[in-house]
């Protein structure tokens, strides 16, 4: 079984009463009250509609105020990490919670789908879905599932003009969908493992978590994952419709961005979310100053895996960077093999050293590495380029584009922490295909069409 509650707006003056019947598509409740019913996960009718009013096409920074100036402190490890950890502690321990994932959303919402939070019975939560304008209603609806013990989707439509005086009052104009399921049950608790595996290997795959079903097979939170060296872990029994699975997910591989998506399968339908699973960001250091550990421990806040590599002895740099994720000593002659990067990687040479710098660009350079930082003033990086030159080396446009001289944005920093902030923003910039400008001055959607799970 698997409720549906529907947080909706007005669609009409006169209060309309919501449908009670069995549907695939949203519900609605026109009076703008929060409505609860109960429908069997596998006897919901046919397509998924789309959700009912115009979507946004450039968010309204003023509209979404209310959601955006909530404030929340900082973690000292990853949110990501410690809503999967103190989940899965819950399930081991045997008690009770509730993770709330976001599997859809549609126009200006604070969180993209994907996005975790874990719900304790006495009301703790860990993570956020939104800027604390939904954590006290979902908590309401987590006591529901934690006394059913049966998953539950939760909808919130804010796209109604009118929302602001008869609905929940958030002003955001977007649609959010959110699955409610007990830390507890065997498909939540196999997921989990997925999800702290993910952060752990360098392993990737694919995600697919059923968000509702007709098929008898296939109840409101079984998965399906998908990892690129073809293993296959499932708990849906049907090894044809394992195989439809697998067909979706091919069919958006290119796809990083979770979506949402409805297929039909031997006359029944089922509604998925789709989660592109990678290893954390790895955050490559040359250097051991003052200056790399305010860098290592926002890194970290970030759920990146940070590595840092000195002429000192190992023993000596876990001392001064005890939050690195891993510490190593460089090895003479530098060579590209022996620092485990690849396409993916972020490069930061922080040496203070001239001669170092130049044999780390020597092999940096020519390598697939993403984005290579490079401390120092403009001058200096160009006598490096220009010392590579005259020793033949042939330094490419494309390879001038990954290098980023001198390093980080310019927000008028002074503080190793400021400097450190400058970094790696321009570090989130790249790897989000941004500009690193204002949003105000941004003239789409904050969030790019393609990061919806619509």
């Given at each position: ?84 950890e103190r989940s899965m502690y819950l399930a081991s321990t045997g008690s009770p919670g509730v993770l709330a994932t976001i599997v859809r959303t549609s126009g200006s ?232 990067i690849d396409e993916q990687s972020v490069v930061l040479i922080m040496t203070h050293n001239y001669l170092v710098d130049i044999e780390l660009l020597r092999v940096l ?90």
């Amino acid at each position: 079984m698997c409720s549906h509650i529907s947080c909706c707006s007005p669609r009409q003056a006169r209060p309309q009463p919501c449908s009670s019947t069995t549907s695939f598509s949203d519900s609605r409740c026109d009076s703008g009250q929060l409505t609860h019913h109960t429908t069997s996960s596998h006897s919901a009718s046919a397509e998924s509609s789309s959700p009912s009013g115009t979507e946004q096409e450039i968010d309204d920074r003023e509209e979404a105020a209310s959601c955006h100036r909530a404030s929340h402190p900082p973690h000292v490890m990853s949110e990501r990490k410690e809503v999967i950890e103190r989940s899965m502690y819950l399930a081991s321990t045997g008690s009770p919670g509730v993770l709330a994932t976001i599997v859809r959303t549609s126009g200006s919402t604070y969180r993209r789908a994907g996005t975790r939070m874990l719900i304790e019975a006495e009301g703790k939560l860990t993570g956020f879905i939104s800027a604390g304008c939904l954590e006290s209603d979902l908590s309401e609806h987590a006591k529901r599932v934690l006394v059913t013990s049966q998953a539950a989707r939760v909808s919130y439509d804010t796209t109604a003009e009118d929302d602001i005086i008869w609905g929940l009052g958030l002003g955001c104009n977007g649609l959010v969908e959110i699955l409610l399921e007990p830390v507890s049950s065997p498909s939540a608790r196999a997921k989990l493992e997925i999800l702290s595996r993910a952060l752990q290997t360098t392993s990737k795959g694919y995600l697919v978590t059923v968000v509702e079903s007709t098929h008898p097979a296939a109840g409101t939170g079984s998965y399906l994952f998908a990892e690129n060296e073809g293993n296959i872990l499932s708990d849906l029994k049907d090894p044809q419709l394992r195989l439809q699975l697998e067909r979706e997910i091919h069919r958006q591989s290119e796809n990083i961005h979770p979506w949402y998506t409805t297929v039909g399968f031997e006359g029944y339908h089922l509604a998925l979310m789709v989660e592109f699973l990678s290893p954390p960001m790895a955050l490559t250091i040359f250097g051991s100053g003052p200056d790399i550990a305010p860098i290592v421990e926002l890194a970290q806040s970030l759920g990146w895996n940070t590595t840092v590599i000195d002429k000192h002895p190992e023993a000596e740099l876990r001392k001064r960077f005890p939050k690195a994720h891993s510490v190593r000593t460089l090895s003479v002659p530098v060579s590209i093999e022996s620092f485990a990067i690849d396409e993916q990687s972020v490069v930061l040479i922080m040496t203070h050293n001239y001669l170092v710098d130049i044999e780390l660009l020597r092999v940096l350079l020519p390598s697939s590495v993403r984005y290579i930082g490079l401390l120092g003033p403009k001058r200096r990086g160009e006598q490096i380029l220009d010392t590579l030159r005259t020793e033949g080396m042939e330094i490419t446009g494309e390879q001038l584009l990954r290098l980023h001289s001198p390093i980080g944005l310019d927000i008028g920093s002074e503080t190793s922490a400021e400097i450190a902030l400058s970094i790696v923003s321009e570090i989130q910039t790249v790897r989000s295909h941004r500009s690193g400008g204002f949003l105000r001055d941004r003239n789409s959607t904050i969030h790019d069409k393609s990061q919806e799970a619509s």
